[in-house]
């Protein structure tokens, strides 16, 4: 009896190990189980904190948006008035078919009750005047056999003989004369047999029509879940960890966020580098999640792929941009050479910084030193010029062109098609061009400078470009600094409409330092020691 008695007392313990889903995420699943997908469903029960399963009903109803170009989402806002209707008319029973066709159809705009219950086991037939998914009419029949359980959908392949309680009531059945149906009530039984018919004329099979109202919007192809998972801060089950040091800065602002600069210090003896394409590299993923007030407020992922060195710790450095206040940061480490992992989890009290001022001191003065370069720039980036396009779609002649600047800006080159054309060193910072006689592309540039003639800002605008096209440019490093230790990469992307940014990866030379999945498309990157000339770039 030994071995029975401790497989039991071990099922036992695992049973009150396991938390039980909350109350209001249970509730959820049941409202939507009509919806959701086995591997949606899988990955949302193994969530751990309640605001990662927030978000993931955040992107559950954004891949459903049967609209997703307006602010709306049509499906989410109705969803909640059609549970409220099944609990209301079906006591909440959610497995019933009536309940299953009212939360993917909407209320019905008519409902028939059969009335002969010598022949008939309940029946009810449902009219939609209009349907999305048919665009147009819809009836749904559905019985209840042996008067108990739940109502079924009907199905054409099941034939009619289901809806009788003596198969013998329908032998004179026939597609023009319904003389069973007639035994009770001939209006009916004509309204029923012509919802028989107009169903089976259709080929309506309802098992593809709740996919197609599941999978509204072209339906959500499986994709989205890996990818929200790849997003998790939790580590797999007895996965090996490796040491590190987490530290994080907070060295300026963007705009109204302050810059929370986070530094990983991986010690090399507890990585192992990949050798690949004739070069040994260190590979790692980086995840993390800002939570604030109990809901997830940021999640990033990075990818760092830095040359094998002699150093002794490698420095991984991230950026986010944060409102001051509380925060919870989380973020975990795969290095994906020895598939080994590092994880931390520690309060953020982010501060309101100013670029004017000199920031609290490091905790890592080494790495301090190394980014000073990179941190210089944040101290310009409240410094801007944006160039504004006139009005029209395509422009000939005399053009004026003005600029929002900010107020540290001493004077602007304007430069057209390359060439230099005009410097203005008084606001309103402003120019008017000739675009010849015929629209073609120009490209014109505005570069600013402060009151000692470096630049701290620049914008570019094409000229009768091309409509939806796609775009990336660096706005850091700056033309005509020079840089030793570190550098800032920050890139502008530009997107068609209706389109999205899978990841910017940068490149330090012909080698991929870092892979941005998320905005903003900004990345510190530390220099090799000695190097003579280098370069970088944003693809």
Not at 496 to 518: C, H, K, M, N
Request: proline share 8%; with cysteine.
């Amino acid at each position: 009896m030994r071995g029975p008695f401790a497989l039991l007392l071990l099922l036992l313990a695992a049973s009150l190990a396991a938390e039980p889903l909350p109350e209001k995420y249970s509730a959820w699943l049941e409202e939507v189980a009509v919806l959701i997908t086995d591997e949606e469903r899988t990955a949302f029960l193994a969530l751990s904190r309640d605001y990662q399963r927030d978000a993931f009903i955040d992107r559950f109803w954004q891949v459903r948006d049967p609209k997703p170009r307006t602010a709306r989402n049509e499906l989410r806002e109705e969803w909640p008035v059609r549970v409220s209707a099944v609990r209301e008319r079906f006591g909440g029973d959610f497995k019933d078919g009536r309940s299953r066709v009212l939360l993917l159809n909407g209320i019905p705009d008519e409902v028939m009750l059969s009335d002969c219950p010598v022949v008939l086991w309940p029946l009810e037939v449902w009219y939609y005047s209009h349907s999305d998914q048919t665009k147009g009419p819809l009836v749904a029949i559905l019985y209840q056999k042996w008067r108990a359980g739940y109502y079924r959908l009907w199905n054409p392949q099941e034939g009619i003989g289901v809806f009788f309680t003596d198969p013998a009531f329908n032998i004179d059945t026939s597609p023009t004369q319904p003389l069973s149906f007639a035994a009770c009530d001939q209006e009916r039984g004509y309204k029923i047999l012509k919802a028989i018919e107009w169903i089976g004329n259709q080929g309506l099979r309802w098992h593809i029509l709740e996919q197609q109202v599941a999978y509204h919007a072209g339906g959500p192809s499986g994709e989205w879940v890996p990818t929200f998972n790849s997003y998790s801060t939790d580590l797999p089950e007895g996965a090996p960890v490796f040491n590190a040091r987490l530290d994080v800065e907070f060295p300026g602002k963007r705009q109204s966020r302050t810059v929370l600069q986070g530094i990983l210090a991986v010690p090399s003896s507890e990585i192992a580098a990949v050798q690949l394409a004739g070069s040994r590299t260190y590979n790692f993923l980086l995840t993390g999640e800002v939570v604030r007030e109990g809901e997830l407020f940021d999640s990033f992922r990075y990818r760092f792929d830095l040359p094998a060195s002699q150093s002794d710790t490698l420095p991984l450095i991230f950026q986010r941009t944060l409102r001051p206040g509380e925060y919870n940061l989380v973020v975990k480490l795969e290095d994906m050479g020895s598939g080994r992992f590092f994880r931390a989890e520690r309060p953020l009290n982010v501060p309101a910084v100013d670029n004017d001022m000199p920031p609290p001191p490091p905790s890592d003065p080494e790495t301090a030193r190394l980014m000073i370069e990179a941190n210089a720039a944040l101290a310009s980036g409240e410094t801007v010029i944006q160039l504004l396009e006139p009005f029209g779609e395509l422009k000939t002649g005399m053009n004026r062109f003005d600029t929002v600047t900010s107020a540290d800006i001493a004077k602007v080159t304007f430069a057209m098609d390359g060439r230099a054309v005009l410097t203005k060193k008084t606001p309103p910072f402003s120019v008017e061009l000739d675009l010849g006689s015929l629209p073609k592309p120009r490209m014109l540039s505005a570069t600013a400078f402060d009151a000692s003639g470096r630049e701290v800002a620049r914008d570019e605008l094409l000229v009768n470009a091309a409509y939806n096209r796609f775009r990336v440019r660096l706005a850091e490093p700056r033309q005509g600094q020079s840089y030793a230790s570190s550098v800032p990469v920050r890139a502008e992307v530009e997107v068609p409409d209706g389109e999205s940014i899978e990841r910017v990866e940068v490149f330090l030379d012909d080698a991929r330092v870092a892979t941005l999945f998320q905005p903003p498309w900004e990345q510190a990157v530390i220099l090799p020691q000695g190097a003579a000339l280098a370069y970088v770039r944003a693809v």
